[in-house]
Every structure is written in structure tokens, then in C-alpha cells.
């Protein structure tokens, strides 16, 4: 199993940036897949969470209506589009595969 992440990087109090994950090593069209961040100093936790189909995602309280999981099957890619950024969704981003496999992450940090 193997799941790249990119699409972080350094942006701007109210940016936006996409991150994508390609999966491959399983079948990706059959998995749950969701993104987690770790903030310096803190515990990591789930952000977005998607089904197999790409319906009843899920998100976490503190990006509701910024943020939105999505996938492309034929692709094998998940995304987490972000926007409204604020300085507290600076983190390292990880692609989570059935509850079980991780990326290595990708870091975003929002900062003036």
C-alpha cells in the first residue's frame, strides 16, 4: 500500500489549497478514505472522512463548511479542498486508507 500526499505548502490567513492523495496497492475504489492533521504539540485527528462511493463524508466541527473531502475513483486519487484558511489548520496532513495505512503528510502552514 502506498499513499502520496502533496499539495501543502505556506499560505495566507483566508487562502485556500488542495491537497491530493494517489493511492495505489489496494483497491482504492473499495476503501474508505479519509485526512488527518497533527498540529505541533497536539494529538493527530481526523479532519474528513469519505465512503467507497464518495458519499456521507464526514468533518470534523472545526472545518465544517471550509473544507470538503472528495474522490476520484478512476484516479485513485482523494482530495481535501481547503478554504478559509486560518492560522489554526496549520499542521501536517496525512491520507488515511481504511483506518489503517498512512501517507507521510504533507505540511500546511497558514500564517501572514
Known amino acids: 500500500v502506498q499513499l502520496v500526499e502533496s499539495g501543502g505548502g505556506l499560505v495566507q490567513p483566508g487562502g485556500s489549497l488542495r491537497l491530493s492523495c494517489a493511492a495505489s496497492g489496494f483497491t482504492f475504489s473499495r476503501a474508505a478514505m479519509s485526512w488527518y492533521r497533527q498540529a505541533p504539540g497536539k494529538e493527530r485527528e481526523l479532519v474528513a472522512a469519505i465512503d467507497s462511493g464518495g458519499g456521507s463524508p464526514n468533518y470534523a466541527d472545526s472545518v465544517k463548511g471550509r473544507f470538503t473531502i472528495s474522490r476520484d475513483n478512476a484516479k485513485n486519487t482523494v482530495y481535501l479542498q481547503m478554504n478559509s484558511l486560518k492560522p489554526e489548520d496549520t499542521a501536517v496532513y496525512y491520507c488515511?486508507?481504511?483506518?489503517?495505512?498512512w501517507g507521510q503528510g504533507t505540511r500546511v502552514t497558514v500564517s501572514a
Open positions: 488515511n486508507a481504511v483506518w489503517r495505512y
